[in-house]
């Protein structure tokens, strides 16, 4: 059973960092590309961030996000610096191979 479970989301003020976690299980993770989406309140699913063989983000968050992960511990992360209130959403991985979400973590960007 795939198994996808984010973490380390929150509430931060503008400049701030997040890392967030996302635990995978159920299928091969080393051989999967990985993906980081959001939405925010009426908006659609946005792409943020993607690793497979290399690394690829949003143009909105080039530069102040970066995506990483661990095949040994089954998990990808999005450490997220420099914070903007319009990063403010919902956040998903996405196994591509799989085609599985996960549950989402809420960032809130706010003084």
């Known amino acids: 059973q795939v198994q996808l479970v984010e973490s380390g989301g929150g509430l931060v003020q503008p400049g701030g960092s997040l890392r967030l976690s996302c635990a995978a299980s159920?299928?091969?993770?080393?051989?999967?590309?990985m993906t980081w989406y959001r939405q925010a309140p009426g908006k659609g699913r946005e792409l943020v961030a993607f690793?497979?063989?290399?690394?690829r983000y949003a143009d909105s968050v080039k530069g102040r996000f970066t995506i990483s992960r661990d095949n040994v511990k089954n998990t990808v992360y999005l450490q997220m610096n420099d914070l903007r209130p319009e990063d403010s959403a919902v956040y998903f991985c996405y196994a591509v191979s799989s085609r599985y979400w996960g549950q989402g973590t809420q960032v809130t960007v706010s003084s």
């Open positions: 159920g299928f091969t993770f080393s051989t999967s590309a």
């Open positions: 690793i497979g063989g290399i690394a």
